[in-house]
């Protein structure tokens, strides 16, 4: 059973800086793409960032191209989110998700899905 765990959310300042972790455990096996989405009271859950399998494709959403940093170490099965220059519209539930479909902006291209980690950005 494949399992995706998200960890490093908290409440921050605007201004300030998070990095988000997500551990993949389990029988996930192959070349994987992985991305991160987020998901606000209210709203319907958005794309964040995507990386692929060995690094080389990475997009971000424009919100937050520029401050957020997507990366993953595949040895350590572990994807992370580099979160700088926080404001409260960043505020949400973070989710990392993987795709054996490939990279995609799109939550139903995704085949695994973590539990979510809180951000709280203060203003």
């Known amino acids: 059973q494949v399992q995706l765990v998200e960890s490093g959310g908290g409440l921050v300042q605007a201004g300030g800086s998070l990095r988000l972790s997500c551990e993949t455990s389990?029988?996930?096996?192959?070349?994987?793409?992985m991305g991160w989405f987020r998901q606000a009271p209210g709203k319907e859950r958005e794309f964040v960032a995507l990386?692929?399998?060995?690094?080389?494709?990475?997009a971000y959403a424009d919100s937050v191209k520029g401050r957020f940093t997507i990366s993953r170490d595949n040895a350590e099965y572990t994807l992370y989110l580099q979160m700088n220059g926080l404001k409260p519209e960043d505020t949400a539930v973070y989710y990392c998700?993987?795709?054996?479909?490939?990279?995609?902006?799109?939550?139903?291209?995704?085949?695994?899905w973590g539990q979510g980690t809180q951000v709280t950005v203060s203003s």
């Open positions: 998700a993987a795709s054996y479909r490939g990279s995609s902006y799109f939550v139903s291209s995704y085949d695994y």
């Open positions: 389990g029988r996930i096996r192959g070349n994987y793409a």
């Open positions: 990386i692929g399998w060995i690094g080389g494709n990475i």
